[in-house]
């Protein structure tokens, strides 16, 4: 069984939702600790001007585990985003088909960030077709302090036989103590695929709500043709 196990994000790009449709199981990593000007709380759409950000304002200090970490309600935050994304989408066939299900998404009443980014990720993958399960590690009762253990024993708690890596993610890891574990390790080479957008030139690594709205039943293909997976040597 594949497993790919990531942090949660808000509203994620097309590698990891290619990541997440790769494997039997996703796992959201969110046990670990919050990451000032990451990808946690934040994510761009391409407008008339160009990129934008959407930052969910949280309240959290280094070191604040990714679980305590609360969104600030005194800011219309969810009302600024989803004024965004229809200005930028508004007239393309995906807006019509998924805007009263993002404007639902938007209006309930969101306290956490854990909650929220799990939900937008969730959102983006039925939106797109990925049907494969997604548990949350938090549920499944490791608790390894060292980043390689707690990857090892959260795919032992599910039965793993191969770990989907992330580009990124696998320069931490330790590849003998997968292999003593007898689970092999796929690492990700996702390269962004260029497709139609609107507003003007292409710009890679946008959220994968871009694509979503603008291509509809042809997402998950586009999403998917950036595939590619190299063993990691034990």
């Avoid at 994620?12 to 996703?26: E, I």
């Avoid at 004024?83 to 930028?88: D, F, G, N, Y």
């Avoid at 390790?185 to 710009?203: A, L, N, S, T």
Wanted: glycine share 8%; aromatic share 10%.
């Amino acid at each position: 069984m594949k497993v790919a196990i990531h942090q949660p994000h808000y509203l994620p790009w097309l590698g990891y939702l290619a990541k997440w449709a790769a494997a039997d199981l996703f796992i959201f990593l969110d046990t670990v600790q919050y990451e000032k000007n990451g990808w946690q709380n934040r994510n761009r759409i391409k407008t008339a001007a160009g990129a934008q950000w959407l930052t969910v304002p949280v309240h959290a200090r280094l070191g604040t585990p990714l679980g305590a970490v609360t969104i600030d309600t005194a800011q219309p935050w969810a009302r600024r985003h989803l004024r965004a994304i229809a200005l930028a989408y508004g007239r393309t066939a995906g807006w019509r088909r998924w805007g009263e299900a993002l404007a639902a998404l938007y209006a309930r009443p969101w306290t956490r960030l854990v909650p929220l980014a799990v939900a937008t990720a969730r959102w983006l993958a039925d939106a797109l077709g990925i049907r494969t399960p997604a548990r949350l590690a938090s549920e499944l009762g490791v608790d390894a302090p060292d980043p390689t253990e707690r990857l090892v024993a959260l795919c032992r708690a599910v039965g793993a036989t191969t770990y989907l890596a992330g580009r990124d993610g696998v320069r931490y890891l330790d590849p003998a103590r997968f292999a003593a574990a007898g689970i092999a390790v796929q690492v990700q080479r996702y390269e962004c695929p260029r497709y139609p957008q609107v507003h003007g030139e292409f710009v890679p690594g946008l959220s994968a709500l871009d694509v979503v709205l603008t291509h509809g039943d042809d997402a998950l293909r586009i999403l998917r043709s950036g595939d590619a997976w190299t063993p990691l040597p034990g």
